[in-house]
Every structure is written in structure tokens, then in C-alpha cells.
């Protein structure tokens, strides 16, 4: 093909754009999150969770080489800085308060499966030190968001 035959044609990448581009006027911005979602579920089932955690592994590892584990710090600060100026600095107080909370819970919860394990170890003997007794409040039990 000659020069003149190619005229005004355009690369496969510039095609895909201006498609994409008519997509998007089209249909929205919704279109491209629904089907983003359909195909990560796909994907999902097909190749497990774990592909994710690779292919992120692999994604974090290629960036730290490329620009820098300082790189990571200033995408972080941004971002800190973002959530701040739009939850305000109470947001932090308030997840940090709720965290700090859950991971007391877990702390508990692993104590008693330990003690638990320990008795079964001795023949079911009770404790010495009277740590039988569940260590919160009898209205914890009831797990929140629970169909009560």
C-alpha cells in the first residue's frame, strides 16, 4: 500500500480511545464501574482471591522499584490529607477509637481460646487463678448487626 492509501487512517490505539471515548458519552460512567465489576467477579471465581494479592504484590514491588518506597509515604500524605480536609480530623479519632476497640475484643478473645486450650490440656481442670470466667460484661454475647 502506498502513502495515499493510508491517509487519514489512525492506530489501533487512537481507534480504541475515540471508541471508548463514544462508550463513555453514550452510556456513562456507570457503564465501564458495572462491567468493571463484572469482570473482576469473574475473575474472582475463576482464579481466587489470592491472583488479586499476587498480581498486587507483584504491582506494589514494580512501583517501590520504579519511584521509591519515599513515593509511597507522599501518595499516603495525600491521601491522609484528602480524608481529613473531607471527614474532618475527628474521623481519625473516631477509627482510631474503634480499632483500639476491636483489637481489645480480639486480645480477649484469643486469652480465653488459650485458657480454653490450656484446661483441655490438664484433663478439663479449672484454672488457678479463677480465669474460668468470661472477662466482659454478660450483654456482650449479643453480636452487633446481628438479626436480633
Not at 48 to 75: C, P
Not at 102 to 128: D, F, H, T, W
Amino acid at each position: 500500500m502506498s502513502d495515499k492509501d493510508n491517509k487519514g487512517s489512525m492506530t489501533v490505539a487512537e481507534a480504541g480511545r475515540k471508541g471508548g471515548e463514544t462508550v463513555r458519552n453514550e452510556r456513562g460512567r456507570e457503564f465501564y464501574e458495572t462491567i468493571g465489576r463484572k469482570g473482576g467477579a469473574t475473575v474472582k471465581a475463576e482464579r481466587g482471591r489470592s491472583f488479586y494479592e499476587e498480581i498486587g504484590r507483584k504491582g506494589g514491588e514494580t512501583v517501590k522499584a520504579e519511584r521509591g518506597a519515599k513515593f509511597y509515604e507522599e501518595i499516603g500524605k495525600k491521601g491522609g490529607d484528602r480524608v481529613k480536609a473531607t471527614r474532618g480530623p475527628n474521623f481519625y479519632e473516631e477509627i482510631g477509637r474503634k480499632g483500639g476497640q476491636k483489637v481489645k475484643k480480639l486480645i480477649e478473645e484469643g486469652k480465653r481460646a488459650a485458657r480454653a486450650a490450656m484446661e483441655g490440656q490438664a484433663g478439663n481442670a479449672p484454672a488457678s487463678e479463677g480465669t474460668s470466667a468470661p472477662a466482659t460484661p454478660p450483654e456482650e454475647p449479643a453480636q452487633p448487626g446481628g438479626n436480633e
